[in-house]
């Protein structure tokens, strides 16, 4: 059974400061998925990755492939207030996504 | 703009009850999904429609069942309500397997 662990589960933090979220598993994904949930809305697909090694940019968001495509990880740059929300990794096989727990941040203004 | 829509949008039903929980989409997907939220657990899958006219068991699917009614609507029923149901649902689509998935605004059900 594919599980993806997440960590920390939850991180409140002040406006400016830097962060990383991990997403972990003892499986090979062929691609993850980061996505960002806010109060009362469904989850938005914020990037995927699907090589082993690739860096993407979205922003002040930075997301990692690990080379063995077992786990992937979201620095944040210089948070601000709007990056507050549940982060969630998700993967899987066909149409069988799972999602981890997520990482529930706060950023404080 | 309406992509995903999910009614009822909150719900309380007693012990035994049933209800249907609707969703449309607008995106011309061929997959959709149901899945439930539960604090400290995730997204975990109830059951998915790769495309018109077949339905297959995801994660937790035990209590529920899904009618793929055609290709924009998904619907979910409970048939006899169960405290262990209270959750957030939501439904979501694709184009197919491995694309973005669209989720809908969620629909907070309480069983007591």
């Known amino acids: 059974t594919q599980l993806l662990e997440q960590s920390p589960q939850f991180l409140s933090i002040q406006e400016g400061e830097n962060l990383t979220v991990y997403c972990n598993s003892s499986s090979v994904f062929s691609s993850l998925q980061w996505y960002r949930q806010e109060p009362g809305e469904g989850p938005v697909l914020l990037v995927t990755v699907v090589t082993g090694g690739e860096v993407k940019k979205l922003k002040r968001l930075t997301f990692q492939f690990g080379d063995a495509r077992k786990d992937s990880s979201l620095h944040i740059t210089a948070a601000q207030p709007g990056d507050t929300g549940l982060y969630l990794c998700a993967g899987g096989e066909t149409y069988k996504y799972i999602f981890g727990t997520g990482t529930r941040l706060k950023v404080l203004a | 703009n309406a992509g995903v829509t999910q009614t009822p949008k909150f719900q309380v039903l007693k012990t035994g009850q049933s209800m249907t929980l609707q969703c449309a989409q607008d995106m011309n997907h061929n997959s959709m999904y149901w899945y439930r939220q539960d604090p400290g657990m995730g997204l975990r899958l109830i059951y998915y429609?790769?495309?018109?006219?077949?339905?297959d068991k995801g994660e937790v699917p035990n209590g529920y069942n899904v009618s793929r009614l055609n290709k924009r609507e998904f619907s979910l029923r409970l048939e006899s309500a169960a405290p262990s149901q209270t959750s957030v649902y939501f439904c979501?689509?694709?184009?197919?397997?491995?694309?973005?998935?669209?989720f809908g605004e969620g629909s907070w059900l309480t069983v007591v």
């Open positions: 429609s790769a495309s018109e006219g077949t339905t």
């Open positions: 979501a689509s694709s184009e197919g397997s491995g694309n973005t998935i669209y």
